[in-house]
């Protein structure tokens, strides 16, 4: 079963922010993992930001997982995504 992608607001703008080549790496990967999304996520243990976070090279996509739907919350790279709400 192939979930669907559903971008927050927040995460439309943190993708429009990066570079060409980045935007379409980040979303080539998010395609493969919509057939196995828990696979390859990694649960955070502060539920601030979100539930769970794929680590796509030096970029991390936090997001959250329910029923049919990845919910991607935030885009942004390792060094600054942690400290942003």
Excluded at 15 to 26: A, D, F, M, T
Excluded at 43 to 71: H, P, Q, T
């Amino acid at each position: 079963m192939k979930y669907r992608l559903v971008y927050t607001h927040r995460a439309f703008r943190d993708i429009q922010e990066l570079e060409e080549n980045v935007k379409k790496r980040i979303g080539k990967v998010l395609e493969r993992y919509r057939e196995e999304p828990l696979k390859f996520a990694s649960r955070l243990i502060d539920s601030k930001l979100g539930m769970f976070r794929f680590r796509i090279g030096d970029y991390r996509v936090i997001c959250d997982i329910e029923d049919n739907e990845i919910i991607i919350l935030r885009v942004g790279h390792r060094k600054d995504i942690y400290r942003k709400l």
